[in-house]
């Protein structure tokens, strides 16, 4: 029985790298971040959510499912947010999209959360590593902002 060295060495080396990068993507450096936007008890579909490492550094993102669930997505592959305090971010509004002649093709989104959700001043949070969720409960003006159209 013959054993080619070369192909046993290389197969080895791909599932040592495989188990190193694991199914989430997270080392040392990262944490996996989940957790629902909710405004006045009811869920917030398409918010984009964003986390931004104090330190600098790539930002981490997701977009809210139906049920107000998200998963943050620091690359593509990897399924985390950085280590450490991060400036969060949450947002619905999408600009109005215009033609080649101004024009409007899509009138984009109005935002249906507060200013201290939209512009990231008020809120951060501390990544730490392993499984973290982070629920944001928006109590806000239902005349201001009003519950998402079913």
């Known amino acids: ?15 040592a790298l495989l188990a190193t990068v694991g199914c989430t993507g997270t080392s040392s450096e990262y944490g996996h971040v989940t957790g629902t936007v909710t405004i006045n008890g009811s869920p917030v579909q398409d918010a984009v959510v964003t986390f931004a490492p104090a330190e600098g550094g790539r930002s981490a993102t997701a977009v809210t ?19 450490g305090s991060n400036t969060v971010r949450i947002t619905t509004y999408i600009a109005p999209e215009l033609d080649d002649n101004n024009r409007v ?20 949070v501390e990544v730490e590593p392993g499984e973290n969720t982070f629920d944001f409960v928006v109590e806000a003006d239902k005349e201001k902002y009003p519950p998402p159209r079913q």
């Open 65 to 83: 499912q139906a049920d107000g669930s998200y998963e943050l997505n620091y690359t593509p592959g990897v399924k985390a947010a950085k280590l």
């Open 105 to 124: 093709v899509s009138p984009g989104t109005p935002e249906r959360l507060p200013p201290e959700y939209s512009s990231g001043k008020e809120k951060t």
């Open 1 to 15: 029985m013959r054993i080619n060295i070369s192909s046993s060495i290389t197969a080895l080396m791909f599932s």
